[in-house]
């Protein structure tokens, strides 16, 4: 494991069973145990992971340019998303007027 690599705690929710015993299966609950693996981790953890997947994702435009692939195209962000910032904008914007 080099320096990186961001220690996990080392509980229940942890471990391969997740923290019912079993792996999970179904998406929802993969992602649900994602979600609380995430919030129990320090900032300074999500802060090296975040680094990681950076470094990582640089690796992989610097292999496509290599290997003469094009840039790969970027995708629009979903409608939930747009409707997620509208939202927010919103709340915020009424907040400030009270």
Do not use: K, Y
Not at 15 to 23: N, Q
Not at 24 to 50: A, H, K, T
Not at 53 to 66: E, G, K, V
């Amino acid at each position: 494991m080099d320096s990186d690599t961001p220690s996990l705690p080392q509980d229940a929710s942890n471990s391969a069973g997740g923290p019912h015993g079993r792996i999970p299966c179904e998406p929802e609950e993969i992602e649900r145990d994602e979600v609380e693996r995430l919030r129990g981790m320090s900032l300074e953890e999500r802060g090296r992971l975040l680094a990681m997947a950076c470094r990582a994702a640089a690796r992989l435009d610097r292999s496509r340019a290599a290997a003469g692939l094009p840039p790969p195209a970027e995708e629009p962000w979903p409608e939930s998303t747009w409707n997620f910032l509208r939202n927010q904008a919103r709340q915020h914007a009424q907040s400030r007027r009270s």
